[in-house]
């Protein structure tokens, strides 16, 4: 999946109606005019950008936050002037990330009609249980709705998000979830389990013992479940958290586990290029400030060195069903991968937690990637 | 005519712990005038922050005090002495330069363990003995009982001891009275060849290696030429000088005197202690006596926690080695652990306060494997073999049979604890040899013991038994024949060799069983099941299972979580060099310390 010569695009919209209680991304429930003004600035910082970058863009995708909180008209705003700005390839993949209740015909008609075609919408559990502890403001007949929306205006490429290890969910709310997800026309499925993050209110009810999490066998039951379920139902799992039919594999995130380039343009949006990191801030008006002097909104730079960079395409790689690349990796950072890391090798193959073949190193119980990604470090 | 000599008294103090050996010293050096109280930090003569912690004193500091008495002015060498019985060697050095000893004993504890066992030191070494009462502020201070039975007991006089308090500054001069009293001078002769003894030594990076010495004949000075008796080396004088407790230079050391000599003596093997420094141009017809080298009796293996250092561990230990020449090492391979040392100590507390040392002063992660004695093994063949390295045991089928080291231990102790540490001391197959009731208050029990049994944590044992009321001290008597197997604990099917241990037959099913329950407690769980089993001879006699985990990650990844989370696995990684693995079971370093403890 990885292009060369291109890029992709993230586009960050971080407004919510409501803020979820797990939710520790940038993002807020928008005053007044903000909405507008941040639309005014994202514009000028996708002029900027785009002036200054010569790579074919072959994937954009706008996330947040909720995109679909925007009003009718900004979404396509945007895409023509990423399109007008920078080098976009006539096959250019666009996906839009939306919520089950701030998504509507005219919307999903005007997200259509300027080229995106997929669609990924944070469902999370069909549970009403469920979605009151994480805050969320919609229910399963908000969700059901959207997709019939989407549908109806022309997407084939759809994809659910769901979260496993929440408090108060039991095993029976993901069984009756994921029946009811994989009787609707979806394409995409993104399970993962539920981080508890710094400063979050969920975090603070589980530690102050108010809710409990599900245990550790409980979470592995349930996407034991799940990674069955839809393997039975034609969608195989790709990444760790991240099952797709075939033809259907996000190649936007594809592009991100084999350590492509990407730019990120909005607030606090990341981007990995010419060998550097770097991250615009996360404060809106020192955004919104700095576009408006034609400064771009840029922080926290730090180049790669040849150790990060190698343990990062390893950790990236692994994450994925096909695996780590044996001869590309061994081409790229000058060294002989099989040789350096021999005994662990032989040590994983011997506990049946990697598999070594046709050239790829991939990890068989990838429930517990983290402990086996960190013995291909340096 | 008063000779030079007639004004000196070289003397020590020997006390059980806590009888405030190093408190009166302070006083003392406060008394004279040698240190301004404004200046003296509590307990001044312990200089490393580990001694003044644990209220111990490790290593010997000889100091130079003057003394006005009845118009006569006395120098008086005070020469520090550890309290604890692991360094009863580094007593006896101390001993070895003086003429006199003052014995602390507690008003309130009376005679302990280690009263006797120095007193019985001093009196080899032919010193003159004064008895002194401190903590006579305390309310349970009974001094006219301890005196008593320090008669009864020890069987010296000491109705007329001084009674003092050297936590208040009671009665010191009674003290200073007593030494310049009851010690004798020394009576070394001036114009004879030199004659020293060298009785500590100590690396100073500048001098290089300094000797701590009692000038017994003869004089010396600056660019004089010496030469050490035993090794024959030779040296030229560039400094010699007294503690006063710093170093202070001065122009000569005379004979009867104390002090230190200089002589850009590049290693401290070269300044061996016990050795006895002549001049290189009139040498000595003989030697002093010195004293035998000492030897081991605990042993085990040092290693870096991360296997890359273990040049800075070999470095550090190098440099322990040079101020505490009872430490002996060298270089081992363990299968499971990888390049570390075997170390040798005089105890279990030395072997400690090495482990502190490379932690804290040289900044090492280490691993300590369980300690053990040396065996002696008689081979079918009729060769004996020393074994203290349990990876060493011959196979079983070699073996005619084993004997192993037996100590005679005396416990002091209140009577209400008897039962107690009788029944520990039949767990740890002691052999009763005396009961011998002091007072109403007090017994003392005579055990012969095996060495073994008594170096894992007996000590914690017994303090937690008697509430730190008894006290102990032991002393190694002979080997004797008994049925011992090695005692193997396997990590996911692979022996680990650092967790092998010696034990008797008759415990090793026990042991075994700890062992196990222990490790998997300490061993976390990992991306495979690790079983856990002890063993004996190839059969197993207690098994445990670490379960695998399942799961760590179930986390989406993607744009700026990447680096994030990169990040946060090599900090992972970094957390993981705090293990060690074992085969493929990763086990954390502090494992090998803690399944130590038994009780």
């Given amino acids: 999946m990885e292009n060369k010569s291109g890029i992709s695009l993230y586009v960050h919209i971080p407004f919510c109606v409501s803020k979820c209680t797990y939710c520790s991304f940038c993002s807020f429930v928008p005053h007044d005019d903000e909405m507008a003004k941040y639309l005014q600035n994202l514009i000028k910082e996708i002029e900027l950008v785009g002036k200054k970058i010569r790579k074919s863009v072959f994937s954009i995708y706008i996330g947040g936050g909720t995109p679909s909180v925007l009003p009718l008209g900004a979404i396509s705003q945007i895409v023509e002037m990423i399109k007008k700005c920078f080098d976009v390839l006539p096959n250019v993949s666009i996906t839009i990330e939306a919520n089950p209740n701030s998504i509507n015909l005219d919307k999903a008609q005007e997200y259509y009609a300027c080229g995106i075609r997929r669609v990924s919408i944070g469902l999370q559990s069909a549970s009403s249980a469920v979605l009151k502890t994480l805050n969320r403001a919609h229910n399963w007949a908000d969700f059901e709705n959207a997709i019939k929306i989407v549908r109806s205006v022309g997407f084939e490429d759809i994809n659910a998000d769901i979260m496993l290890g929440v408090p108060n969910q039991s095993m029976s709310d993901v069984v009756d979830t994921l029946e009811k997800v994989i009787a609707l026309p979806i394409t995409h499925v993104s399970a993962y389990g539920l981080i508890l993050e710094e400063k979050t209110p969920l975090l603070d009810k589980v530690q102050s013992g108010e809710i409990a999490l599900p245990s550790e066998d409980e979470t592995v039951d349930m996407y034991d479940y799940v990674v069955d379920t839809l393997s039975k139902n034609g969608f195989f799992r790709y990444e760790i958290s991240n099952f797709a039919k075939v033809g259907f594999e996000s190649i936007h995130n594809n592009n991100y586990w084999a350590r492509g380039e990407f730019i990120g343009v909005g607030l606090n949006a990341y981007s990995f290029l010419d060998g550097e990191h770097y991250q615009n801030t996360n404060n809106f008006h020192a955004y919104c400030k700095k576009l408006s002097e034609n400064h771009l909104p840029k922080e926290q730079e730090e180049k790669e060195n040849p150790i990060t960079a190698q343990n990062e395409t390893i950790m990236l790689a692994l994450r994925t069903t096909r695996g780590l690349n044996i001869s590309k990796f061994n081409k790229k950072f000058g060294v002989d991968f099989c040789k350096k890391f021999r005994n662990t090798i032989d040590k994983l193959i011997k506990n049946d937690l990697i598999v070594l073949e046709k050239g790829f190193l991939r990890i068989k119980n990838l429930y517990i990637s983290n402990s086996i990604i960190v013995e291909f470090f340096e | 005519m008063r000779s030079r000599q007639d004004n000196i008294r070289n003397f020590c103090i020997v006390a059980h712990i806590d009888h405030g050996k190093s408190t009166l010293a302070d006083r003392l050096l406060e008394a004279t005038g040698t240190v301004a109280k404004r200046d003296l930090t509590e307990q001044l003569l312990d200089s490393m922050d580990l001694e003044r912690e644990r209220g111990i004193t490790i290593k010997l500091t000889p100091t130079r005090m003057k003394y006005t008495f009845e118009g006569q002015e006395y120098i008086l060498n005070l020469i520090d002495t550890p309290g604890h ?248 391979n363990s299968i499971a652990l990888g390049f570390g040392f075997r170390c040798g100590f005089l105890g279990l507390l030395h072997m400690e306060i090495i482990q502190e040392r490379l932690e804290r002063e040289f900044n090492l992660d280490i691993i300590t494997t369980a300690p053990s004695v040396n065996y002696h093994i008689y081979k079918t063949n009729g060769d004996m073999i020393e074994v203290s390295n349990p990876s060493n045991l011959p196979e079983p089928s070699l073996i005619a049979r084993m004997e192993e080291p037996y100590v005679i231990m005396h416990i002091f102790t209140p009577p209400e604890y008897m039962g107690s540490i009788m029944e520990l001391c039949t767990e740890r197959r002691g052999e009763n040899l005396d009961v011998d009731y002091l007072d109403e208050k007090r017994v003392r029990l005579d055990y012969s013991i095996p060495l073994n049994e008594i170096i894992y944590d007996f000590f914690d044992s017994l303090k937690s038994r008697t509430r730190g009321y008894a006290s102990l001290d032991y002393e190694l008597s002979e080997y004797k024949e008994s049925k011992l197997v090695k005692l193997d604990i396997l990590l996911k099917g692979e022996v680990c060799d650092a967790l092998s241990l010696i034990v008797h037959q008759d415990k090793a099913y026990e042991r075994g069983k700890i062992m196990a329950e222990k490790l998997k407690e300490v061993i976390p769980r990992q991306m495979f099941e690790v079983p856990i089993q002890a063993a004996v001879g190839g059969k197993i006699i207690a098994r445990e299972t670490v379960k695998a985990f399942r799961k760590d990650v179930l986390a989406k990844c993607y744009g700026g979580d990447i680096t994030r989370k990169r990040k946060l696995l090599e900090k992972q990684k970094e957390g993981k060099k705090k293990m060690r693995s074992i085969g493929s079971v990763e086990v954390p370093s502090d494992a090998f310390v803690s399944i130590l403890k038994i009780d």
Avoid: W
Avoid at chain 2, 146 to 157: A, F, L, M, S
């Fill in chain 2, 85 to 332: 019985v692991d360094f009863t060697y580094e007593v006896s050095r101390s001993l070895a330069a003086c003429e006199g000893a003052i014995l602390i004993v507690d008003a309130g504890q009376g005679v302990e363990a280690q009263t006797l066992a120095n007193v019985h030191l001093a009196l080899d070494n032919n010193l003159e003995i004064l008895p002194v009462i401190n903590k006579i502020d305390l309310p349970s201070a009974e001094p006219e009982k301890v005196k008593q039975e320090i008669e009864d007991v020890i069987g010296i006089p000491a109705m007329h001891a001084p009674c003092i308090s050297a936590k208040e500054g009671i009665n010191i001069l009674d003290v200073l009275e007593g030494i310049i009293r009851e010690f004798p001078a020394p009576k070394g002769d001036e114009t004879a060849p030199l004659k020293c003894l060298v009785f500590d030594s100590y690396y100073d990076n500048f001098k290089g290696a300094i000797c701590l010495v009692r000038v017994f004949d003869g004089s010396v000075k600056k660019g004089d030429k010496i030469m050490f008796m035993q090794t024959g080396k030779q040296f030229e004088v560039t400094e010699v000088g007294y503690f006063v407790p710093k170093p202070q230079e001065c122009s000569e050391l005379l004979a009867g005197e104390v002090g230190y000599i200089a002589a850009s003596i590049k290693k401290v093997s070269e300044a061996k202690v016990g050795d006895t420094i002549t001049s290189a141009v009139v040498p000595a017809k003989e030697a002093l006596p010195g004293y035998k080298q000492v030897q081991p009796v605990v042993f085990s293996g040092i290693f870096p926690v991360d296997g890359s250092k273990f040049g800075e561990l070999k470095d550090a230990l190098e440099k322990l080695k040079l101020n505490d020449s009872s430490l002996e090492y060298q270089a081992e």
